[in-house]
């Protein structure tokens, strides 16, 4: 349905008209220049841009009408806004809301049946944090990355997207970090090596981590921000030095 991540933004938000240069792998890698503080204020400051733009009637209004303040691709800026706007293009491209789309095409295919998945008063689908699922679920869809977009045998997603969307595709967020196509690297220290997991992460530390070295998945939910680092440091002192020692035969 999209040619491709070369496509102009602008095709499918006339109001984005004059913007050419952003183009959707911009979106989809959260380097699209555009005017936005969502990490680097807590949620809990009226003034963030994302809480901002969840008390607006119309998020694509919000998010498509800051200014450019940054050549598209130079800068990794972390924007919910455009994840909100990657679901309405599938919503316009297709005819579908997103969520519809992805029951049709990802939930249904995966066996998923129990979601929660908020819009906006609009109707515009909450997809830059709106989706809940049961772990057991978040695990289906690592599991699928994993395999390079197969379950149980089927080809879900194609594998060369796969490939594409968790690769780096961003300037570096942060040290050792990387951020391909909505999905984060995050590296975790284990004795003297480093070992990185794809992760898709959520606020409050709900996360998705798939470590293609270990062959491993490992999925938290979770409503305080303040653990993470408990978790971190539970990844890299116990899960993951048993997971290495199970992969040496030991």
């Not at 240069?21 to 807590?42: C, V, Y």
């Not at 995966?110 to 909450?126: D, E, K, Q, S």
């Not at 944090?129 to 994993?146: E, F, N």
Request: proline fraction near 6%.
């Amino acid at each position: 349905m999209i040619s491709g991540v070369d496509e102009r933004v602008s095709t499918f938000f006339p109001e984005l008209a004059g913007k050419d240069d952003i183009r959707l792998k911009h979106f989809l890698s959260m380097t699209a220049g555009l005017a936005w503080n969502e990490d680097q204020l807590p949620y809990t400051d009226p003034n963030n841009d994302c809480i901002r733009m969840n008390q607006t009637n119309d998020p694509i209004a919000y998010a498509m009408g800051r200014e450019v303040v940054a050549a598209p691709g130079s800068e990794f800026v972390y924007n919910s806004g455009l994840s909100i706007a990657l679901g309405e293009i599938i919503h316009r491209i297709s005819g579908w809301p997103v969520d519809k789309f992805a029951e049709r095409n990802l939930f249904h295919p995966l066996g998923i049946t129990n979601y929660t998945w908020w819009a906006f008063p609009n109707g515009i689908v909450h997809t830059g944090g709106g989706l809940y699922l049961r772990p057991r679920d978040m695990a289906k869809i690592g599991c699928m990355v994993l395999n390079n977009g197969r379950w149980q045998g089927k080809q879900i997603v194609s594998e060369s997207w796969i490939k594409e969307s968790i690769k780096k595709q961003a300037p570096d967020p942060g040290p050792r970090q990387g951020y391909g196509y909505q999905w984060w690297h995050f590296p975790f220290k284990v004795g003297d090596q480093w070992i990185t997991a794809i992760q898709a992460a959520g606020n409050g530390n709900q996360t998705i981590l798939i470590f293609p070295r270990l062959d491993l998945i490992v999925v938290t939910t979770a409503w305080d921000t303040e653990k993470a680092l408990h978790f971190i440091r539970l990844m890299s002192q116990n899960i993951l030095p048993a997971a290495l020692a199970g992969g040496s035969g030991n």
